[in-house]
Structures are given as structure tokens and as C-alpha cells.
């Protein structure tokens, strides 16, 4: 089998757009980026969902 040393971008091609990434310590189980749909990861809606208390024990937001 032929081996190629060519990899597959994970960056989308075309429109660039600004997502924002919240990252959670869940404890005992160790600390993730939380999942969140691609559509709702605007700024406004992110700090909606800080606000209303979805995130439990945030670590840290970053804008991707």
C-alpha cells in the first residue's frame, strides 16, 4: 500500500468567521471544550448562555 504524506485541512475554506469556544472543568473526569451547535457560537449567544448559568465551572472562553 502506497503511503502519502499529504493531510486533509481541518481550517474551512471560504467565508471566515468567528467562533467563540468555552472551555469547562467537569472534575474527576478532567476539563473539555464544551460542545455547542456551530450556529450558536457567537459572541452574544455564548455570553447569553454564561449568563444563564450553562456552563457550571468555565475555565476559560476563546475566541477561535
Given at each position: 500500500?502506497?503511503?502519502s504524506?499529504?493531510?486533509?485541512?481541518?481550517?474551512p475554506s471560504?467565508?471566515?468567521?468567528?467562533?467563540?469556544?468555552?472551555?469547562?472543568?467537569?472534575?474527576?473526569?478532567?476539563?473539555?471544550?464544551?460542545?455547542?451547535?456551530?450556529?450558536?457560537t457567537?459572541?452574544?449567544?455564548?455570553?447569553?448562555d454564561?449568563?444563564s448559568?450553562?456552563?457550571?465551572?468555565?475555565?476559560?472562553?476563546d475566541?477561535?
Amino acid at each position: 500500500m502506497r503511503k502519502s504524506n499529504w493531510t486533509p485541512s481541518i481550517v474551512p475554506s471560504g467565508d471566515d468567521q468567528t467562533v467563540y469556544l468555552v472551555a469547562e472543568d467537569f472534575g474527576r473526569l478532567g476539563r473539555a471544550w464544551r460542545e455547542a451547535d456551530y450556529e450558536t457560537t457567537d459572541l452574544e449567544t455564548v455570553i447569553q448562555d454564561l449568563l444563564s448559568g450553562q456552563y457550571n465551572n468555565r475555565m476559560a472562553t476563546d475566541r477561535g
